[in-house]
């Protein structure tokens, strides 16, 4: 797992990872990343920790730069899982989560309602209702991996 360690949804995340892993029964590395350099160094010491695969921690950080993380996935030749359609676009591996254009809508919103005199304490939580989960063939076949076709099935897009 990288994360950006500045980032105000690490510790969340890095939690429910470990969770997740530990149900598994796998192992779980948590990677810190927060400048240009460290996402290199990050991607280097995955491959040297010799791990099955990379899940990127939300941040705005990160979300900048899925071009970046998208090359580094194929450099490195590391599946990568990032939380949008966009990393996969730009290269990624897979991508699963809301929409980015979704969550920069809503946040649109909440600062017109703001603007207009609302109180933010009084604004509800939203949470996104619908998950895409993309998948960049090319990448996969660069990666040389097979992806099963009952996967490709259940997948909202496949990127050829």
Request: proline share 6%.
């Amino acid at each position: 797992l990288i994360v950006n360690p500045a980032g105000p949804n690490t510790p969340a995340t890095t939690e429910s990872t470990r969770v997740a892993i530990r149900a598994l029964g796998l192992e779980l590395h948590v990677i810190a990343a927060r400048t240009e350099r460290e996402l290199d160094d990050a991607f280097a010491e995955a491959e040297d920790l010799r791990v099955a695969g990379i899940a990127i921690g939300t941040d705005p950080f990160f979300n900048a730069r899925s071009d970046r993380l998208a090359a580094l996935t194929l450099r490195h030749k590391l599946p990568t899982i990032y939380q949008y359609r966009e990393f996969t676009a730009a290269g990624g591996l897979i991508g699963y989560g809301g929409s980015i254009r979704g969550s920069y809508r809503t946040a649109g919103v909440y600062a017109g309602r703001i603007l207009k005199g609302e109180k933010p304490a009084d604004l509800p939580v939203l949470q996104p209702t619908k998950f895409e989960f993309v998948i960049n063939l090319k990448t996969a076949k660069a990666l040389g991996l097979d992806v099963p076709p009952g996967v490709l099935a259940i997948a909202d897009e496949v990127i050829e």
